[in-house]
């Protein structure tokens, strides 16, 4: 409760002193920075970012201890010795914490104290809400952009889509505990006209269930359902994401066409052959590791460390696969769902399966942006670009880690983490 009432105080201040800034400083300037440009090019050292009103105006490196030229009065963050990259994106997040649940009843502080525990001090300038109450995330995004509250773009699918009868066991009791009532569409139309529905009423993509776990099994998605959600989110131009269960729940997502796979498989024991990697392929098929998530379960679930030991080498091979061949990975976390906000697990786990920094750079900036449709005006820094950049401790390209030690983030200009 103290933490909580601790969290609130200081966003409450930290929204105050981003009032001012932008008040007294319509520039931002990052100085004597390290900076990756974009991961697949060299960094700039003693660089400095030049923002004004929500964009790059900027980036320029200078030699070793010159101080650069600034516009009077423009505000100066000192990076020396810290490393910027451009902002981070989450691929796999839940608007779900209670702490975020009915957000009309909460404070603009006590909303940016839990983003900026979730998200925000991780790094996050954009995520992917992929299974919300879609009234409730819109009610959050809104006091975003009205400067209310200090929090990442959220993009989010609302609602997502089941088998009938089809909500995961693992969160009947939490849906039930905090009286959220998930729809149940009774039949293909049903479903197709909530699709339509719900990208009115603002989803940014749809999230399908093809696999669903129950307490004795993998219910799926019966493939002509699928196909009709994907067909209409499709047709309206928003991709789509699934979640697999199993090698079976994948197949139903290749061949409805789904975008985003939200997890490698996990309720099977059998490594992905390359047939199935080569499916993924064929179907252009973006992955969402999600690694730390099947720690945290193996945990919840008392399995002995060799269960658990062997369960994480599985699932870091598959991701290993799937990289190695050529996919495409998106960072992403399932926070919301699990509440280990800590980001470093999930970026040892990725190196352990073979990324460099410069690829886990890549699944946190060019590879969602480019997958969303956002690749012309951010995922790099250069002019012009949006303003936003995650400023780290140190350089991650010597200790992956330091992508989770952030000291500032800044989304559209703006401080929203420090």
């Not at 819109?138 to 952009?145: D, E, F, L, V, Y």
């Not at 493939?223 to 047709?235: N, S």
């Not at 993924?280 to 919840?300: N, Y």
Request: aromatic fraction near 6%; hydrophobic fraction near 45%; include cysteine.
């Amino acid at each position: 409760m103290l933490r909580s009432a601790l969290l609130a105080i200081l966003a409450a201040a930290l929204l105050l002193a981003a009032a001012s800034a932008r008040a007294l400083h319509p520039e931002l300037a990052l100085v004597h920075a390290r900076v990756y440009p974009a991961p697949d090019t060299a960094p700039l050292t003693n660089a400095t970012i030049l923002l004004r009103d929500g964009h790059i105006v900027s980036i320029s490196e200078a030699a070793a201890n010159t101080a650069p030229p600034l516009p009077p009065g423009a505000a100066v963050l000192d990076c020396t010795g810290m490393t910027v990259t451009a902002g981070l994106w989450n691929s796999h997040v839940h608007i779900l914490p209670f702490n975020l649940l009915h957000a009309a009843q909460k404070t603009g502080p006590q909303l940016t104290a839990a983003l900026q525990e979730m998200l925000t001090r991780w790094g996050f300038t954009t995520v992917f809400d992929i299974a919300s109450v879609l009234d409730n995330t819109n009610n959050i995004r809104a006091r975003i952009a009205s400067g209310e509250v200090l929090g990442p773009r959220i993009l989010t699918t609302g609602e997502p889509f089941f088998p009938e009868h089809g909500v995961p066991i693992y969160v009947q009791k939490y849906l039930a505990d905090n009286h959220i009532v998930l729809p149940d569409d009774p039949d293909i139309a049903a479903a197709v006209a909530r699709v339509s529905r719900q990208i009115h009423d603002g989803a940014d993509a749809v999230k399908i269930f093809a696999g669903s776990s129950q307490a004795d099994r993998v219910l799926l998605m019966p493939l002509d359902r699928a196909k009709a959600i994907v067909q209409e989110a499709h047709r309206l131009h928003r991709p789509v994401f699934a979640h697999p269960g199993n090698v079976a729940g994948m197949d139903v997502a290749i061949d409805s066409g789904v975008d985003v796979l939200a997890h490698v498989t996990s309720e099977d024991s059998q490594p992905w052959t390359p047939a199935i990697v080569d499916r993924l392929l064929s179907a252009h098929m973006a992955l969402i590791p999600t690694l730390t998530l099947f720690d945290v379960e193996a945990h919840r679930q008392h399995l002995s460390p060799e269960t658990t030991t062997k369960f994480i080498d599985l699932t870091v091979a598959r991701l290993r696969a799937y990289h190695d061949a050529g996919g495409q990975i998106l960072f992403g976390t399932d926070v919301g769902y699990i509440y280990q906000f800590d980001t470093a697990e999930e970026y040892t786990l990725m190196q352990r399966a073979g990324m460099t920094f410069p690829q886990i750079l890549a699944s946190l900036t060019v590879n969602p942006a480019s997958r969303f449709g956002f690749a012309s005006h951010t995922g790099r820094i250069v002019p012009n670009f949006d303003a936003d950049l995650t400023v780290f401790a140190a350089d991650p390209a010597a200790d992956i880690t330091a992508l989770a030690r952030v000291k500032y983030t800044i989304r559209a200009g703006k401080l929203i983490y420090q």
